[in-house]
Structures are given as C-alpha cells and as structure tokens.
C-alpha cells in the first residue's frame, strides 16, 4: 500500500518487479541546501520575502497553508492573484526564496531560470513536501497516483510488461516515479516537444486517414499535413465554436480536411463543457455551455487508419464510441493518458478486450505530467 509521506511506501509482499522499481528507486537523496532553504521558508523567521513561481492550482493550494508574499509570472497583465501582489522574475528581489510551482510542462526550464537569477533560495514544492507532509498538500496529480497504484497495482505491473520497447518502459519508470513525487529529477532527460506530439516514426504514417479527436484549434492537423502531404484525408472533431473558427483560418490553404464542431463520447446526445479553456477545454459537469456529441462509429463510415485523441480525460468515452472502427479497420492510435492516473492502464485494457494485436509505445513530451500518449501499433502482417 502506497501511503502519504514521500519516503514511507510501503507495497504489497508478491515482491513483483514494479514493487522493486518502486521501493528501490522513488525516495530518492535530499539536497541538504534544498531541506535547509525549504525549512527557512516556512519559518517565522524566514527574514526575507517568500514567493511562489506561477499561478496555478499548486501555488494556490500554498496560498492556503502557509504566509506568502507574492506571485512571480511573467506572462500576468494583472498586479493582483489571490489578493497577493504579482511581480515579473526581473523584479524579485535577491533575498526572495522562491518556490517553483511549476510542474505540468516546464518545471525544469523554470527552475533553471530561477537559478540564474543569482536569488538567495530557489526551490521546489516537492522539496516542502518533502519537508513538511502534514502542513504542504500533496499535489493532485501525486495523491491521485498514489491512490491508484496502492487499489490497482497488478494492473500497472502488467501495462510495464506490455510495453513494446525500452525507451516506453524507461518513460513508463520516470513517469511512475514523478508522478508519485513530484521531484522533477526523474524528469531530467525530457524536452517540451509539442510538433512532435503524435508522430513517432514507428506509425510508419503516410496515406492515412486521420481522425483529429480534440482538434482545438487544428494545430495537430496543420502538423500532421505538413509532415505527411501524401495523406487521404483528416476528419476533425472539435465541440468549441471558436476553437473550430480557428481551426478553419488555420488550415484554410490545405486540402481534403472535414470539420466536424462536436465532441467525440461513448454515445450520441448532450454534455455539459468548458469552451474558453484552450487547448484544456473539457467536458464538465461545471461547462458553461452543452455541446452535441457523437461517437466515432456514427460520424464516420469510411474506413480510418490513424486516430489521434486529445480530449482532456473524456478518451476512454470516446474510445468506447469508436469500437467497431477499432475492431474493423485496425488502425493506428495515438491516445493521451495523462489525465487520469487509471487511464494510463484502463485504456490499454479496454483496446485490448477489442483486439490484441496491438503494439504498445509510451512517449513523452513535456518536463511535467502533462502530455503523455500512449501508442497502439497495428502488429504486421505475418508473410
């Protein structure tokens, strides 16, 4: 059983070898400069201001447990967040400690460019949840890891054996180990690498028929159109009007594109959704507005050779829609399973309760948690 202090997990006695990975490798040393900075700043006496890099649902869960100064964002056109001041990096004053509460996409880049900045502490939450786990909340994406793998461990230890490479079951280790930690050091080989995103050269992807799931505003299509101009045909599915306005303006000058404004699910009807949240719009019982949404199965009748879905932990729905193009056409799946710790082997679980011959790859593609597809590659055809 996996429980909430970093360095106390505990696992189950069948000695298995994800057991082993995760009893040897998670609680990895503490930088003794780390644990002394991470002290200072939640003493009383911290004796200079303490600020916290990023506004985001990890510096508001700090803004919650302990005194805070200030933001630190770049990018903010506002002066306030949560009623704390919000100031750009070149204006942190040098006895700042900093917390880099960056841990989706770029935790590494952030750090780095704290470090240059010659300030008298930088650090991560990771090294205050380290230090303190009864006062810090764990982040979201840790307890929910946690929770999962202690209900559901024998189902992760078989995606690990699936894995049709070295390089998917290395990504499947670092991501195990930081999405259990929050400690960006098992994040340290990886790069933000968005046009890379869902093309692998093992697809072998040529002439395909494409189907954009959660095409936002085209930026996969117009990716996947350059790198493949030999391509049939791209059906993009997108519930977001002004995300499809977009999307139409983008991929104006490219050809045999067809745009479908609704969202892919387990069943046609109407669901609630967030429509303003870029590229993380979602479906959610909180939406603002109700969008259509079909399945796969009933919007396409042509046969399909390569689908992408990106639909912000609504895949396995659309999945379950898609069955018959699964089982008929056999095609090449690029499926995001980020979102949700159990979608990471839910997912492969149930593509494979439709068929089995089906290679498994995991990629990478930020220094975060976030972006993590997972692959099915059709098996080739014995001679």
Known sequence: ???????????????????????????????????????????????????????????????????????????????????????????????????????????ITAGRRLQKLGLRGCISYADLYKLRPDLIPAPVFVSEMRKDIAENEAHWSSLRAKLADEQSIAVFNDLVRYRLTADSVYMANYSIRFSDQYFEDFLALSTEVFIDAGGFNGDTTEEFCKRYPGYKKVILFEPSASNMQEARTRLANHRDIE????????????????????????????????????????????????????????????????????????????????????????????????????????????????????????HKALP
Not at 43 to 53: D, H, I, Q
Not at 60 to 69: K, M, P, R, V, W
Not at 296 to 325: N, P, R, T, Y
Request: with cysteine.
């Open 1 to 107: 059983m996996i429980v909430n202090h970093m360095h106390n997990i505990e696992h189950s006695s069948n000695n298995s070898a994800f057991a082993t990975l995760l009893a040897n490798e998670v609680a990895g040393e503490d930088s003794s400069n780390a644990k002394q900075m991470a002290a200072e700043f939640l003493s009383a006496s911290c004796g200079g201001p303490r600020l916290l890099l990023g506004r985001n649902d990890h510096s508001a869960a700090l803004l919650q447990s302990i005194e805070i100064d200030g933001i630190v964002d770049d990018f903010f056109a506002g002066h306030l967040w949560n009623d704390k001041p919000v100031i750009k990096c070149e204006d942190i004053p040098k006895n700042a400690i900093v917390v880099n509460c960056s841990m989706s996409i770029s935790p």
């Open 259 to 378: 745009f479908v404004q609704q969202g892919i699910s387990d069943a046609g009807g109407t669901l609630w959704f967030n429509p303003d949240a870029g590229s993380a719009s979602a479906v959610s019982a909180e939406g603002a507005c109700s969008i259509d949404v079909t399945t796969l199965d009933a919007a396409v009748s042509e046969q399909v050779s390569f689908i992408k879905m990106d639909l912000e932990g609504w895949e396995l729905k659309a999945l379950e829609g898609s069955k018959q193009h699964i089982l008929n056409d056999h095609p090449k799946l690029a499926i995001s399973v980020y979102h949700n710790a159990s979608d990471f082997w839910r997912i492969p679980e149930y593509i494979s309760s439709i068929r089995q011959d089906y290679d498994i790859y995991l990629r990478h593609y930020t220094e975060g948690w976030s972006e993590t597809v997972m692959f099915f590659v059709p």
